[in-house]
């Protein structure tokens, strides 16, 4: 029975997490890996090229050729818990609305950590193309930034498959809100919207977060950077999850006689295997 609660918990939990998360599963990150991340490392399958087409001769057929699919390593290095305490209740007599709002809290609370650290390693890994202009995109210039990260990525061989997603900060936003080829929200459709999707411009879907960088004084020495946008595809960005310890309330067997606690750890890992598809533009100031 406790092994069953802790499955339901935890699915709960999972489902505020990916109801919080503007850093989606399968839309800005993709979950594809082989292993256990249990294990502290999975590798994911990344290929940068389609398969060749060649010629064929009716008497020699055609030459084969070896397939380009390479392994990225992912080390499954965040290691995150939730550890409530619960007075005056024992884990048998919580009171289901008691338990709902702490798991709740769980959820929302892991998917924030996640969001923030995933954004983190979207600005800050190796490799990543960073924009020439450090200055403030204006109703003028918002447009054409977005276009440069198109050509860039395109000259990359970013698929141009609707996949492709923009990662734009509060302030961008609001610049956003105003150009008339801005496709706002209520002019998609419902799976989108569902998605989390707010709008859509030069091929990009667009979600909003909050926890992108704002007025880092580490990144650039003397400065102070402000992320704008960030411009990529779920092909080359990775996310590994599992929970490590499920949720559960427990009792505590400390000195806290009679209580109990809302307990859980998770496990996950961040990467990127091709970072100079990922595009940022930053404002340093």
């Known amino acids: 029975m406790e092994h069953i609660a802790q499955e339901r918990y935890s699915t709960l939990v999972d489902e505020k997490l990916r109801y919080t998360l503007v850093t989606k599963d399968n839309l800005i990150f993709n979950t594809r890996y082989e292993g256990n991340p249990k294990a502290g490392k999975v590798k994911v399958p990344v290929r940068d090229t389609e398969v060749e087409v060649k010629q064929y001769d009716k008497q020699n057929g055609a030459a084969i050729s070896t397939g380009s699919t390479t392994y990225f390593d992912i080390n499954i290095d965040i290691d995150e818990a939730v550890n409530e305490m619960i007075d005056g209740y024992d884990a048998a007599s919580v009171p289901d609305g008691i338990t709902a709002e702490r798991l709740d809290s769980a959820g929302y609370s892991l998917g924030l950590s996640m969001d923030t650290k995933s954004v983190r390693a979207l600005e800050e890994t190796a490799g990543i193309t960073v924009a020439a202009s450090k200055t403030a995109c204006t109703d003028s210039t918002a447009y054409k930034q977005v276009l440069a990260a198109k050509r860039v990525q395109s000259r990359m ?28 929200q209520g002019d998609l459709s419902q799976e989108l919207v569902q998605s ?71 496990v996950y890992g961040i990467g990127i295997s091709k970072p100079q598809t990922v595009y940022v533009k930053r404002v340093e100031a």
Not at 157 to 184: C, H, I, Q, Y
Not at 216 to 241: A, M, Y
């Open 157 to 184: 061989g970013v698929p141009n498959d609707g996949k492709r997603w923009l990662l734009a900060s509060p302030e961008f936003m609001e610049v956003l809100l105003t150009d008339d080829r801005f496709v706002k």
């Open 196 to 266: 989390g999707v707010v709008g859509r411009i030069a091929g990009y879907n667009v979600f909003e977060s909050n926890n992108t960088m704002f007025e880092d004084s580490k990144l650039v020495s003397g400065k102070k950077t402000t992320t704008e946008f960030i411009c990529g595809h779920p092909n080359w960005c990775h996310r590994v999850q599992e929970w490590s310890v499920p949720v559960a309330v427990k009792n505590l067997t400390n000195e806290y006689i009679g209580s109990s606690a809302v307990q859980g750890r998770k």
